[in-house]
């Protein structure tokens, strides 16, 4: 086969398969519109606006996967959407959330995707077989009997009706080879046009997200700060204080009683292994050198097999990412696994840590779930959340929090790499 041939074969197999699975996904957009149109009049009502953000979730998600489908067809980076819906909301906070403009966008998407994804499904594969089928009619129409004859347009009962039916096969394959990438092209740049925020939108929102993750970084990194001066203040400053009481001791032990200096040197010795080894932790805390050496994964490991509630590991094509990321990805295991070992009753934990590709970036992501008694929620002081959170929105990563009374509880949290 010529270079040139193959290669417009493989493309418009490529443009079917697109069209194809976009008309799959018209029974998902139609329902999704149903839920919708379901929605609008229970708005009367306090119930409908507690629905607004699920319902909302659910456009994001399907456009989301939209996005991603038309942005791969055409090899063309789709920025990420990160927007947090899992609340609480205000009412003004649903009603703000209903009437944003990506949601605006997204609903006018639906619209075009319902109307376009049937002609997709039935034209693009229709012209395709029938150009099969029509074409090769001379190759099989004699095997079939007389009664029953091949019938498209028309009975083929003669070998001058097959051949004209094989010139109907080419006039829909010439169809075929023009109008499916036309189509193809035209359905992924419209649901490109529709999706994407306009520049400016885009800018804010960067704005914005960097405002968010700025703040959030110096509320970390002044936790971070507090956390170091207590433990050194009540660890290694205290230790560090009775080495030199212990010294001064031994000194005046060595003027009046050298053999009474021994037990004195003894315990200065004792309190400066203390504080070494205290020292030695808040190290540790601060970048933990196992990242260095076993990397992500080694550390994690390492955290699941010391944990007091029977832990697993399980990592899905996991890559190396920034040293800052993997160490805040550290951070953020320790604190889900000392937060199930001290609020869930939990029996068993499974922690999965995998890296999902997009067109734009690589973003780490880190599930901890176990069976304990749920209930967990990022409003519950006390329980850690609310600090994995802060070091997850440094990153501008999203955490959202699963846990049902009477469990299980998922902690998911999304990390970007690209930093």
């Given at each position: 086969m010529h270079p040139t041939l193959a290669t417009g074969l493989r493309q418009r197999r490529r443009d079917l398969a697109y069209l194809t699975v976009e008309g799959a996904h018209w029974f998902e957009s139609l329902a999704l519109l149903v839920i919708v149109l379901v929605l609008l009049p229970l708005l009367a009502l306090s119930v409908g606006?507690?629905?607004?953000?699920?319902?909302?979730g659910l456009?994001?998600?399907?456009?989301d996967r939209a996005r991603t489908r038309s942005g791969r067809f055409r090899r063309t980076a789709v920025p990420l959407r990160r927007t947090d819906l899992t609340g609480p909301f205000t009412v003004k906070e649903?009603?703000?959330?209903?009437?944003?403009?990506a949601t605006r966008r997204d609903l006018v998407w639906l619209l075009f995707h319902i109307a376009v994804a049937p002609v997709c499904a039935v034209l693009a594969p229709g012209l395709a077989l029938g150009a099969v089928l029509y074409t090769l009619t001379p190759a099989y129409w004699w095997a079939f009997?007389?009664?029953?004859?091949?019938?498209?347009?028309?009975?083929?009962?003669?070998?001058?009706?097959?051949?004209?039916?094989a010139g109907i096969g080419l006039v829909y394959g010439a169809l075929a080879w023009g109008l499916i990438p036309w189509m193809a092209g035209r359905v992924s740049a419209a649901s490109l046009a529709l999706l994407r925020p306009g520049r400016s939108t885009q800018l804010a929102q960067r704005v914005d997200a960097l405002s968010a993750s700025r703040a959030a970084a110096l509320d970390t990194h002044s936790a971070e700060l507090r956390r170091i001066e207590r433990d050194l203040h009540d660890g290694a400053q205290n230790r560090l204080v009775g080495v030199v009481m212990m010294l001064g001791l031994a000194r005046r032990a060595l003027e009046n009683d050298p053999a009474g200096a021994l037990p004195f040197l003894d315990r200065a010795q004792a309190s400066a292994t203390e504080a070494l080894a205290g020292l030695r932790a808040v190290v540790h805390d601060i970048y933990p050198p196992v990242l260095d050496e076993l990397g992500l994964e080694g550390a994690a490991a390492s955290l699941t097999s010391r944990c007091a509630v029977p832990s697993a590991l399980r990592t899905v094509g996991l890559r190396r990412a920034p040293a800052a990321v993997e160490s805040a990805a550290y951070f953020v295991v320790a604190e889900a696994l000392t937060n199930v070992v001290k609020h869930s009753g939990a029996h068993h934990v499974d922690v999965v840590l995998r890296t999902d590709s997009t067109l734009d970036e690589d973003v780490l992501v880190i599930e901890v779930s176990d069976d304990g008694r749920g209930g967990a929620s990022l409003a519950s002081r006390g329980t850690g959340l609310v600090g994995i959170a802060?070091?997850?929105a440094a990153f501008e990563g999203t955490l959202t929090v699963d846990s049902p009374t009477g469990g299980p509880t998922t902690v998911k949290a999304e990390l970007p790499c690209a930093y």
């Open positions: 606006w507690l629905a607004v953000p699920r319902v909302v456009l994001y998600s399907s456009a649903q009603a703000g959330l209903a009437a944003a403009p009997a007389p009664r029953a004859p091949v019938t498209y347009a028309f009975e083929v009962t003669s070998w001058p009706l097959a051949f004209a039916t802060r070091r997850v």
